[in-house]
Nanobody, 124 residues
Framework: QVQLVESGGGSAQAGGSLRLSCAGSGRTFSDYVMGWFRQAPGKEREFVAAISSAALRRYYADSVSGRFTISRDNAKKTVYLQMNSLKPEDTAVYYC?????????????????WGQGTQVTVSS
């Protein structure tokens, strides 16, 4: 079992920044790919970013590339999402997730455990 708890969501003005955290417990955190997804009202859950187990590879959706940065601290069992230059279209519930097995990092169906989500609201 893996438990994930997100924090750091809230409200920001367009152009502002927020930093999300996701604290993990349970399995050996450092062995797995971690991802961030988001879901806006009426829309499907979409991929935001992912990071390999040793943080050697990072992947981003085109919509956030250059603005968001994913990182992890395996000693603290925590993954982060630094969000800069926020836009109103970034408004969504953000979820972190862990992928235990091989497979595409960008498909939410490939992830095995999820946090409860944290709301991010960006106003213009």
């Amino acid at each position: 079992q893996v438990q994930l708890v997100e924090s750091g969501g809230g409200s920001a003005q367009a152009g502002g920044s927020l930093r999300l955290s996701c604290a993990g417990s349970g399995r050996t955190f450092s062995d797995y790919v971690m991802g961030w997804f988001r879901q806006a009202p009426g829309k499907e859950r979409e991929f935001v970013a992912a990071i390999s187990s040793a943080a050697l590879r990072r992947y981003y959706a085109d919509s956030v590339s250059g603005r968001f940065t994913i990182s992890r601290d395996n000693a603290k069992k925590t993954v982060y999402l630094q969000m800069n230059s926020l836009k109103p279209e970034d408004t969504a519930v953000y979820y972190c997730a862990v992928k235990l097995y091989s497979g595409s990092y960008s498909f939410h169906s490939q992830y095995d455990y999820w946090g409860q989500g944290t709301q991010v609201t960006v106003s213009s």
